[in-house]
Every structure is written in C-alpha cells, then in structure tokens.
DNA sequence: AATGAATGAGTCTTCATTCAT
DNA sequence: AATGAATGAAGACTCATTCAT
C-alpha cells in the first residue's frame, strides 16, 4: 500500500483519529495504539508523521484553533460594519459547529488541562484567547471608552468560554441559541451604557 | 510508630499533597508516588486509607466542593435578605480564595477534565454545578419571571465559571475584582430589566 | 517476599544476572528482561534499584573495575619490595582468575566498546587504565630513568591489554601461563637494558 | 535516476557511511536510517545491495580486513629479506593509516566486541589474526626455535593489539611512533636472545 | 535502480497495586 | 499503623524489514 504524497491524508487521518478518541475515551486514555487502531494504520506511523506522541497532540490542537480561526473570519467576512453585528458575529462562530458540539468541547476542555504543564501547548492556548479578546476589544472600542472596552471584552470572553465550560461539562449538548441569546442581551448592554 | 487516630490527619496530609502535586506537575505526572513522597510517607498508605490512587482523587475532588460549598454557605450567612445582595455574596463566595489562587483553579481545571471520563467525578461535578444554578435562579426568581430568572442564573453561572476558566489558563493571578465588579454590573442589569 | 534489607542482595543479583547475558548474548542482546528473567526478579526492579539499564550497565562495569582493583592490591601486598617481583605481582593479578575466565573477558571487551560512546562509561576506563599504568611505571622508576620508565610502563601495560584482547576474541580459555611467562620475559628486558 | 553499474558505488557508499556512523555514533546507535541518510540514499536500498543490516555489517568488517591485509602485503613486498625487515614491515602496516586514526580504531573494537556473538564475524576475526600470527611466526622461525618462535609471535601479536587497543581507547590518536618503536625493541629482544 | 511509506515486534520505562514484615 | 519491596501490565518509542510505485 505504500504510496507517494499519503503524508497530509496520513496526517489529516491521525488528527481526526485523536479528536475522536480524546472525546470517547478521554486524554488519560487516549494511548498512541487506540488512536493508530481508530486510524487503522501501525503505531510506529505516529513517530514517522509527528515525531512522537507529543508532536500529534501539538497538531491536533493546532487544527482546533485553525479551524476556529477560520469560523471566526468566515462569518466577519459576511457581516456589516456595524460593531453590533459584528460582534455577534464572532459570538456565533464560537457557537457554531463543529466547535460546539459535545466531542470537540470535551477535547478542549482536555487541551486546556493538559496546556496548563506543557509549554508549547500553552502558548498556543494564549495565542488563541489573545486573537478573541482583541477582536472583541477592536469593536467595543468603535463605541466605548477604553476602559469600559476592556471590561466588556473581558466579561464578553468570560461568557462565551463560561457557555463552552458548560457545554463541555454537561453531557447533554449544549444550548446554543441560548447561549448566542445571552451573549446578544450581554453585548446590547455593554453598548448601551 | 503506630499510632490510634492518625487517620483523620493523614487523610488530610494525602489531600493536600494531591493538590499540591496536581498543581505542580498536572494530573498527567501526578503519581502516588510523587503524591506519598511530598506527604512524608509511604506509597502502600494510600491504598490503605483510600483503596487506591481512584479513591484519593475522588476525595480531594470531594473536599474542594466541599470548601467551596462552605464559602458560599458562610457569605450567604453574613448578608441581608435582598436578592442583589445575596447574589453579590454567592458571587463574592465564587471568587473568594483559596478558590481563586491559581492553584486551586488550576487543579478544579484538571479535575473537570478528567471528571468527563469518570462518573463518579462527573457526578461530584454536576452537584456542584446544580446547587450553583439553583442557588442563583432562587434568587432571581424573587424579581424575575421563570423564564428570565433562568436565562440569568444561566448567564451568571456561566460567567463565574468563565472567569474562573481565565484564572486558570493564564499563567497570572485572577483580578478578583474586575471578575466581581463585572459580575454585578450583570446581576443589576439583569434585575432592572 | 517482600524483606527488608534487600537492596545489596538484589543489587548483587542482578550485577550477576548482568554479566551472565552480556557474556552468553553479547551486550546488543542483554535486555534487562533477560537479565530479570536470569536473576529471578521481575523488570520493574531494576529501575528500582539502579534507576535504569544504564545504571546497571555502569553498576556492573564499577564492580568489575573494583573486582580488578582489589585482585592487584591484594597480590601487591603479599610480595617483598624488589620492582621485579611487585611488576609480577602486579601482571598476575591481571590474570588471575576471575579476571581471566572467558566470561568475564567478554564482557570486558563489550564494556570498553560501549564506553566509546558514554562519557560516564569512558570515565571509568580512563580511570581504571591510569591506574595500572601509575602503578607499572612507579615500580619501573626504581630502576630506569623516567623516558625509559614510561616506555617500559606502557609496553607492558600494552602486552597486558593485549593478550586480554586475545583472550577475549579466541574462545578459547586464555594461555594465562604463557601470558604471564611473556610479560616476564619482556619485564625482565626492560630492567636488564 | 535509474542507471547502470550503480551497484560497486553504492555499495562503497553504504560502507563508508556505515564507518562514518559507527565511529561517530557507536555501534549500538548505527541505525540503517542513519548510515542511510549520510550516504545519501534510502533506507530501501540496503536490503537491495546487502539483504539486510548484518549484510553490510559484515561486509564493512570485510572491507576494513582487506584494507589491513593489503597494507601489509604492500609494506611486505618493499622490503629486503632480512627478518628482522620483514617483522617491521607487517608491525608498520598495522600501526599505518588508515588503520591507526582513532575513527578506523574505534571500529575495529566495536567490530571485534560484535564478534563474540556473531559466528560469521567470528570467523573473519580469526582469520584475520591467523594471518597476522602467521606472518609473524614465519619471519621468526628463521632465526627461532619454533618454541620460541611461537612465544615470539604471541607476544608481538599481543603487543600490537595492545597498542591498537589502547588508541582505540583514550580519545587521542594513538602515538604511533611509540608503539613501533618498543615493537621493534620487542623484536630486537626476540631475535638476539 | 531507487524510493519511502508502512509495519509490528521489541525495548526501556513508569506506575498502581499488593503484601510480608 | 505503616513500610517499601516486588510485581507485571501498559505506555511511548525505535528500528530492521518489506513492498508498491
């Protein structure tokens, strides 16, 4: 079976095979040999594509933020220019599949975990909440002193990670027009100080 | 060496190692034996007291609901009888230390990770989270219709726990009082809608 | 089974169990389930006591360089103080058994390969070698000045390792008398020049 | 990139790499990855031209004992009659580059400990010191009793080893000089007993 | 001729647990 | 009550080999 240029298919495979099983079985079980069974291929072909256990986690959670950045620029693409708008729809690209539903919640919650003792992952994680809180802060100050700017992406952040928290927690999927709802009545708010 | 009465006291000892050692090197690394050396004792104790590393994780799990129930319990005593106030006190309770030095939000970060594979500590979790909500929407309830009393112990809850989430992942203390003010300026609009 | 007091008897065994494999298996095949299994114990032992395979290999190494150690300083205090008789001394106990058995050759030759690549291991040659080199060339100083001292010290130290290497690589046992009679011979030379 | 004739290169290729790894690696880490990527090719190509790890192995040794055996016949064939010629010439060739650079040195011990377990490599050892052993005996049956001759051309072989295992051992080069010098005195000893 | 993708057995190590003392 | 010696399963990782291209 071996073939030129399987390395991205290869690699696409292995990353979906770890989100599934982080989700079912949970980081502490998530073994290289249940993610290279659920793959279908060899363990040994973790280290030739990832260099190590390590190295796939890295990537794994790199995918995750990707794909959220992606959402995230996708919907701010189709909106106005009002700041309203806008920022709701940075709140419904947080909301949206697949970052919401149950399985990609429960691996990041395990990213966050885990990220708290590994550096490189860490990093990430902050590149991650730097990119939110400053695309929140970058609206609210089209309307807002500064300081109140500051305060509303912080409490907008609190809450959009806060429904996330939960949504991971609960076993049952998590509310998400409530969620979007609350954020909206948080947002008006904020903005009509 | 053989002592009547220890058992109380090293059941603490092992506790406070637990927390300790979990929020030093992560869960991942924390093994009894780091947890029995940093305890000033042996490894076989702790399955002599707990009946196994499950037994200590699912008991230092149950203390720290425990401080945090008893937080909220003792500033709940303290204030009078209007909502906003007894909101403003389970609040405070939230955000009240030891529950907001990083450690601490650093191991519940852990535990809620590993609690998604675990029903026992599932279980603990969801006691805990439904005595916050119910405590919350008892609340708002004495100003508010069903329906909006809660959306708002829904949008607080989630707050709370978003800024606890923040304490956690960053590497810094949590602003305590950014985290309370925010949550009052919630609470307040909530009630005067 | 478990005793106390274990540590040197468990730690002896396996230094047995060590030389054992590496003279029946050769080094590249003593695995320390090979050398568990030959010491009666289970794997998990060894990084008890010697915190892993290299501080086995370098625990056995030690004790084969005191084994030698000991054998020299022995037969040197056993003779009179004429340099001819203290050389002879020092070149029997550099064959005498157990030194000289095929086995314990074997694992020589293997040790001084591997401690090509470990700076730990290398240590430890360097150290064993200047030793039989101090000592051959004080008792040549006696007699001869310091150029032919040295020279003489290291002929002689280069037959010693020499017919050791032979011995190692012919496998059959060593010719230790004629070893012995040669290294006479050439001592005997160099005092005589 | 197919080509023809490729075979004699890349076979050379292969083993140069492989003695470039070994002594810079050791034997134990010489992986054919290794050897692979320093001579620039696939790891595939191994089993090809070799069929396999310990193909290439023994033809390094080989090639390693061919280079010795030519050397000596060359610096055999340049010199007069004479026994006493004839001894250092074979005594020079060993103690010639290639053969006396600590890298080719540090080889030879890692090939000679391999040996031990190895019944093909065995062989080649033996032979290999038969030859040598030979030569010696030969020269020094002109002058000898065979008795003597014998004890003789143990010795010198023993002293050679010696020295060759000594350069193999400390990290710098091996101080050819002296070691042809106190063979020749050895051989001097020899011949005018 | 040459590649390199893929395998899977084997290695070392870690770890929770057990148990005689 | 407490120890720590001992176990053995499970983990990540390495590596020689195979084979379709």
Not at 18 to 40: H, K, M, P, W, Y
Not at 53 to 74: P, W
Request: with cysteine; glycine share 6%.
């Amino acid at each position: 079976m071996p073939k030129v240029g399987m390395q991205p298919i290869r690699r696409q495979q292995l990353i979906d095979a770890t989100l599934s099983t982080v989700n079912e079985l949970g980081f502490a079980d998530a073994s290289i040999q249940q993610i290279a069974q659920r793959a279908g291929v060899s363990t040994g072909i973790i280290s030739h594509y990832f260099g190590g256990k390590n190295g796939l986690i890295e990537a794994t959670m790199r995918y995750l933020l990707q794909q959220l950045g992606e959402s995230v620029r996708d919907l701010k693409s189709e909106v106005g220019h009002s700041p309203e708008d806008r920022l709701m729809a940075i709140v419904k690209a947080n909301f949206a599949t697949p970052q919401t539903n149950q399985a990609a919640m429960k691996v990041w919650l395990a990213f966050w975990a885990i990220s708290l003792h590994q550096p490189d992952l860490h990093r990430l994680q902050q590149v991650n909440h730097c990119r939110l809180h400053s695309n929140l802060k970058h609206e609210f100050l089209k309307l807002l002193s500064p300081l109140k700017a500051e305060q509303a992406a912080q409490g907008l952040a609190a809450l959009i990670d806060g429904f996330w928290l939960r949504g991971a927690l609960t076993r049952s999927e998590i509310d998400t027009d409530l969620s979007i709802h609350l954020c909206h009545a948080f947002i008006q708010q904020q903005l009509t100080q």
